[in-house]
């Protein structure tokens, strides 16, 4: 079955403390992209990744890294989270630059005390 | 001004009506236009691309005005299972092709 995995689908954590959300997909997509998605604001990107080791900001990437080192991954890692990122998060991925059906995954609900 | 715009409703509407609502974007070099459809706390579903002509899916039909920078979206005879949140999304190609996405109409279909 074609899909978009993560994983935690939900995490409670503290200030500071390092967590890394995973994302895989089975698709073979080129394109894959984090999103967070607060209420009132609509979905809107951190990151996104057009291929293997090439990654580029979104709209919102402050306090996140990202990496591409296989096709099929892409973590989203927040070395020292704030309350400011409890958030719902997304990652998605896309076949390429003129196909844009997005692909989620079932989303990860973080909250940071 | 936001970049894409959507009335956040809710649309309160009964069983079987007709509701129409749309999305205004600002960039006038959008190429690219969609409607997602969005379960309470789950991850969105292509709806259907919104193409230069218009097209047409079943209860659903999709608009585009490129003069006025808006997309709209028509659902007929609706149904309880269409309660749900519709969101527009833009891309743009000055913005590297990146998506730009409305907060969502949310809409409730009351039987």
């Known amino acids: 079955e074609a899909q978009v995995t993560q994983n935690p689908r939900y995490l409670i954590t503290v200030t500071g403390k390092k967590l890394t959300v995973t994302c895989s997909q089975n698709?073979?997509?080129?394109?894959m992209s984090w999103y967070r998605q607060d209420p009132g604001l609509g979905l809107r990107q951190i990151y996104y990744s057009m291929n293997v080791e090439v990654t580029d900001k979104g709209d919102v990437p402050e306090g996140y890294k990202v990496s591409r080192k296989e096709k099929r991954n892409f973590p989203l890692i927040l070395e020292s989270p704030s309350p400011n990122q409890t958030s719902l998060y997304f990652c998605a991925s896309h076949p390429d630059r003129v196909n844009y059906e997005q692909y989620f995954g079932p989303g990860t609900r973080l909250t940071v005390t | 001004r936001k970049e894409v715009e959507q009335d956040p409703g809710p649309f309160n509407v009964p069983e079987g009506a007709t509701v129409a609502f749309n999305c205004t974007y600002s960039n006038s070099a959008s190429q690219s236009f969609f409607w997602y459809r969005q379960d309470c706390r789950k991850e969105p579903k292509l709806l259907m691309s919104v193409y230069s002509s218009g097209n047409e899916d079943g209860r659903f039909t999709a608009q585009l005005n490129r003069a006025s920078q808006y997309i709209s979206l028509l659902i007929r005879d609706s149904k309880l299972s269409d309660s749900a949140t519709y969101l527009c999304?833009?891309?743009?190609?000055?913005?590297?092709?990146?998506?730009?996405w409305g907060a969502g109409t949310k809409l409730i279909i009351k039987p």
């Open positions: 999304v833009v891309n743009n190609r000055d913005s590297n092709y990146q998506l730009i």
């Open positions: 698709m073979n997509h080129e394109y």
